[in-house]
């Protein structure tokens, strides 16, 4: 059996159709037809398996912590806040990449941030304002030229590896920051951000940024399922049972992964089960922890105490304390 014809019958009958409908034009046009048909294929992943990553300490570090849900071309959500802390923020794993703007008036900068693959400082500055885009697993902007394995626990500066075919194509580009940090609030922020995003999707066929048929079928395709299979068992499935569900060997599927995320399916499932667990225990003050560890597959509760410190630096007990304490949820705005 190939590899197109592992996938399920609906994603073949959906590629199929796509690649029916592409016969006779140009490598361009084809190149661009077939990321936006790849990607409606993944937000019809997304929107019935959306997951909501978070970052609980980027909220506790503001009084108001603004934040725009897209679930499409990519992106989770935007985000927005004011370090109140005495500096660098924790950042727990999440499998996602980050795009973060300071938005100093005098000095705006922008990262790309990778998942950390345990809690780690991330660098920050007291009173700056941050304006973010978390991406979802396996994503990375398309005017950005990186390799993901190179991103993960890592933070590089945005100038450094913005590819200059797109920045030639979409003016802005070359000055997200600049022209994030000039605007009034979150919302013109959110809305200019879309503007040029969206931009650079409709310039899809640069050459050399966008994939083809044969990798979008046997790749990201093949990623996409993986990851939709990981969120509907919330990480509590074993690498094998993936492997068998997508119709893959296990060493094919380390191969993908490794390509498209970064690290292991067996690091991202225990990634997406922490991320469900933490995601729980924030809205959930009743549940105790014995009940939620075995309700997230972990072993007993000694085994989610130990992952649940290695991924926040604080003992699930401890963070539950800080989250009620500190009014978490109404720090939030949806913008």
């Given at each position: 059996?190939?590899?197109?014809q592992?996938l399920?019958?609906?994603?073949?009958?959906?590629?199929?159709?796509?690649?029916?409908?592409m016969?006779?034009?140009?490598?361009?046009?084809l190149?661009?037809?077939?990321?936006?048909?790849?990607?409606?294929?993944?937000d019809r992943i997304?929107?019935?398996?959306f997951?909501?990553?978070?970052?609980?300490?980027?909220?506790?570090?503001?009084?108001?912590?603004?934040?725009?849900?897209?679930?499409?071309?990519?992106?989770?959500?935007?985000?927005?806040?004011v370090?109140?802390?005495?500096?660098?923020l924790?950042?727990i794993?999440?499998?996602?990449?980050?795009?973060?703007?300071?938005?100093?008036p005098?000095?705006?900068?922008?990262?790309?941030?990778?998942?950390?693959?345990a809690?780690?400082n991330i660098?920050?500055?007291?009173?700056?304002?941050?304006?973010?885009?978390?991406?979802?697993?396996?994503?990375?902007?398309p005017?950005?030229?990186?390799?993901?394995?190179?991103?993960?626990?890592n933070?590089?500066?945005?100038?450094d590896?913005?590819?200059?075919?797109i920045?030639?194509?979409?003016?802005?580009?070359?000055?997200?920051?600049?022209?994030?940090?000039?605007?009034?609030?979150f919302?013109?922020?959110?809305?200019?951000?879309?503007?040029l995003?969206?931009?650079?999707?409709?310039?899809s066929?640069?050459?050399?940024?966008?994939?083809?048929?044969?990798?979008?079928?046997?790749?990201?395709?093949?990623?996409?399922?993986?990851?939709?299979?990981?969120?509907?068992?919330?990480?509590?499935?074993?690498?094998?049972?993936l492997?068998?569900d997508v119709?893959?060997?296990?060493?094919?599927?380390?191969t993908?992964f490794?390509e498209?995320?970064?690290?292991?399916?067996?690091?991202?499932?225990?990634?997406?089960?922490?991320?469900?667990?933490?995601?729980?225990?924030?809205?959930?003050?009743?549940?105790?922890?014995a009940d939620?560890?075995?309700?997230?597959?972990?072993?007993?509760?000694?085994?989610?105490?130990?992952?649940?410190?290695?991924?926040?630096?604080?003992?699930?007990?401890?963070?539950?304390?800080?989250?009620?304490?500190?009014?978490?949820f109404?720090?939030?705005?949806?913008?």
């Amino acid at each position: 059996m190939d590899n197109h014809q592992a996938l399920p019958f609906d994603v073949r009958r959906f590629l199929g159709y796509t690649v029916y409908n592409m016969r006779g034009r140009s490598e361009g046009n084809l190149h661009r037809a077939l990321f936006f048909h790849s990607y409606q294929l993944s937000d019809r992943i997304s929107e019935a398996t959306f997951m909501k990553t978070i970052q609980p300490y980027f909220a506790l570090s503001s009084s108001h912590y603004f934040k725009r849900v897209i679930g499409r071309y990519g992106i989770t959500h935007l985000y927005e806040y004011v370090n109140n802390t005495d500096g660098n923020l924790p950042a727990i794993p999440d499998g996602c990449l980050d795009m973060l703007f300071d938005l100093d008036p005098e000095r705006p900068v922008a990262i790309l941030a990778g998942s950390v693959l345990a809690c780690t400082n991330i660098p920050s500055v007291s009173g700056h304002r941050y304006f973010g885009v978390r991406f979802q697993p396996g994503f990375i902007p398309p005017f950005c030229d990186a390799a993901m394995r190179d991103l993960v626990g890592n933070q590089i500066a945005l100038h450094d590896c913005l590819s200059p075919s797109i920045a030639a194509f979409v003016p802005g580009t070359a000055d997200l920051a600049g022209i994030l940090a000039s605007l009034p609030d979150f919302s013109a922020r959110a809305d200019r951000f879309m503007e040029l995003y969206l931009a650079v999707l409709r310039k899809s066929d640069v050459p050399g940024i966008y994939t083809n048929a044969e990798s979008w079928q046997s790749g990201t395709g093949s990623f996409l399922l993986a990851m939709r299979e990981i969120f509907l068992q919330k990480g509590q499935v074993s690498v094998e049972t993936l492997a068998s569900d997508v119709g893959y060997s296990t060493r094919y599927l380390n191969t993908l992964f490794r390509e498209h995320a970064g690290i292991s399916p067996k690091r991202m499932c225990q990634i997406i089960r922490f991320q469900t667990a933490i995601d729980e225990l924030d809205h959930d003050s009743d549940i105790s922890l014995a009940d939620l560890a075995a309700d997230h597959g972990y072993f007993d509760q000694a085994q989610f105490t130990h992952d649940f410190r290695r991924f926040t630096g604080m003992t699930p007990g401890a963070h539950r304390k800080k989250i009620e304490r500190s009014h978490y949820f109404s720090r939030f705005i949806l913008a």
